[in-house]
Antibody, heavy 123, light 107 residues
Framework: EVQLVESGGGLVQPGGSLRLSCAAS????????MTWVRQAPGKGLEWVAN????????FYVDSVKGRFTISRDNAKNSLYLQMNSLRAEDTAVYYC????????????????WGLGTLVTVSS | DIQMTQSPSSLSASVGDRVTITCRAS??????LGWFQQKPGKAPKSLIY???ILQSGVPSRFSGSGSGTDFTLTITSLQPEDSATYYC?????????FGGGTKVEIK
């Protein structure tokens, strides 16, 4: 059974940092692109970042570029999101999800989702 | 960026009804579209990819159609467990973008 379990969320002050983790099991983690998606309280879904199977390619939404870094450790079946210079508008539940490739991975679509971890940025 | 517009934003229907949700992309995205279901307090669940292909385990009462800019999600016989918010999402180009969601309630 595929499982994605996020951790690392919590309360952080504006300007602070936080590192989210996503532990994967039940599938060959190193063969899949992975992603982070967030959802502000009462709002819709917002894509944050994608990472290729071997970590060589990364994509970000403009609002987090230069502040957030997506990474992975395939030996540990783990995905990470390092979040720096946090702002109040980063407050959200953060979900990790696995992606499947088509067209030689020029397109990737969502498959399994984790349960999410809440990040609150407030003084 | 490609904008995804869903309509309606909410609807109320009876068990057994046929329900249709539409999603419009601000530019052509071929069939690079997914649909998701999210119940209150829960993580999203992937329903459909490539506009019309059901993810494993998704009931056959769900179906998707469309290509280019206009897409639909149809629930042929609404069930109580289908009460949720539904989102479309394009993966034609970065940044990946979601529609604003359609809340489906059971009368």
């Amino acid at each position: 059974e595929v499982q994605l379990v996020e951790s690392g969320g919590g309360l952080v002050q504006p300007g602070g940092s936080l590192r989210l983790s996503c532990a994967a099991s039940g599938f060959i983690f190193s063969s899949y692109w992975m992603t982070w998606v967030r959802q502000a309280p009462g709002k819709g879904l917002e894509w944050v970042a994608n990472i290729q199977e071997d970590g060589s390619a990364k994509f970000y939404v403009d609002s987090v570029k230069g502040r957030f870094t997506i990474s992975r450790d395939n030996a540990k079946n783990s995905l990470y999101l390092q979040m720096n210079s946090l702002r109040a508008e980063d407050t959200a539940v953060y979900y990790c999800a696995s992606l499947s490739c088509i067209n030689r991975c020029s397109k990737v679509y969502f498959q399994q989702w984790g349960l999410g971890t809440l990040v609150t940025v407030s003084s | 960026d490609i904008q995804m517009t869903q309509s309606p934003s909410s609807l109320s229907a009876s068990v057994g009804d046929r329900v249709t949700i539409t999603c419009r992309a601000s530019q052509g995205i071929s069939d690079y579209l997914g649909w998701f279901q999210q119940k209150p307090g829960k993580a999203p669940k992937s329903l459909i990819y490539a506009a019309s292909i059901l993810q494993s385990g998704v009931p056959s009462r769900f179906s998707g159609s469309g290509s280019g800019t206009d897409f639909t999600l149809t629930i042929t016989s609404l069930q109580p467990e289908d009460s949720a918010t539904y989102y479309c999402q394009q993966y034609n180009s970065y940044p990946l973008t979601f529609g604003g969601g359609t809340k489906v309630e059971i009368k």
